[in-house]
DNA sequence: CTTGACTCCGTACCCCACTACAGGGTTTAT
DNA sequence: ATAAACCCTGTAGTGGGGTACGGAGTCAAG
């Protein structure tokens, strides 16, 4: 009986995940992807968990978290008993952090919008007053 | 009669968009910042209005919008004549993209959330579902 | 009219988040 | 059993976004 595999290469995983391999190591090294199991080899097994924390982690870069941040965001799991109220707060306040984010995007996407419909036309007027919309900002 | 300034400069646009002067040649040469007049020393005179821009910028930084993008948002004011479908067709990529980011935030937020209700508790239980909520995400 | 703060420019350096080797061992498909 | 493909480690290099510095000229308050 051959073991069905139940775990990821580091290639497969990059693969998947849509990162480069070398990534994953640098992920390890700052703490962001916990160290996976190894085989007798030294080669690394991941658990198919590891995909979407990856997903995770890119995700929130786009959004503008640094690293650091989402590493906090992440460790909230972990911290179960203890500090529970600490992590309360953490979250908190990274809520509070989310929703100003999300607030500036709605601003400029109001801008955006305002900017679509008010030049319309295809030409000629050549004057509309185009993201005079987008204002002081937060 | 002594003129009234109406112009800043570069030491004081900087204080008061809360970027370091230095940080302003650098905009310059990328093109964030226009060139602005100089006086006869040679001195940089910014207009007030270089305050929200360079206040716009740095908003949109947060957001995760690198300097190429923002400078692609801020272009949009100038394009008035000529392509203006073409204005319109970024304006609404942006807005599509813009929309995700503010998707993606609400996701989070939703989750760090449930995790602040979810143990609310201040200890012992030691078993809360933590952040299983931030999911696959995206 | 001096002196301390400000500005100029060019160049060099820094941090973050990767990304690319080099040199060597391991799997796996044929 | 062998070659292509993969993985290991460590170290070095890259690109984005600034930041610092040196040497020299300018401004403005006393």
């Known amino acids: 009986m051959t073991q069905k595999p139940t775990g990821l ?28 199991p190894r085989k007798e080899s ?6 198919e968990s590891a995909v979407d924390r990856l997903k995770f982690i890119k995700g929130a870069q ?19 008993h203890a500090n529970r109220a600490d992590v309360r707060q953490r979250a908190t306040e990274k809520i509070a952090d989310i929703q100003g984010k999300i607030a500036s995007l ?4 109001q801008a955006l919008e305002h900017l679509v419909h008010q ?3 295809d030409g ?15």
């Open 42 to 47: 030294g080669y690394r097994v991941y658990p």
């Open 124 to 138: 000629s007027t050549a004057e509309c007053p185009i993201l005079e919309a987008i204002p002081t900002f937060r």
């Open 106 to 109: 709605e601003q400029m996407k």
């Open 9 to 36: 290469s580091a290639g497969k995983l990059a693969k998947a995940a849509d990162v480069n391999v070398e990534t994953l190591r640098y992920y390890e090294k700052r703490g962001l992807l916990p160290e996976p």
């Open 62 to 80: 786009v959004l503008g978290f640094t690293l650091d941040e989402i590493q906090d965001l992440l460790d909230m799991r972990i911290d179960t």
């Open 119 to 121: 030049c319309h036309g």
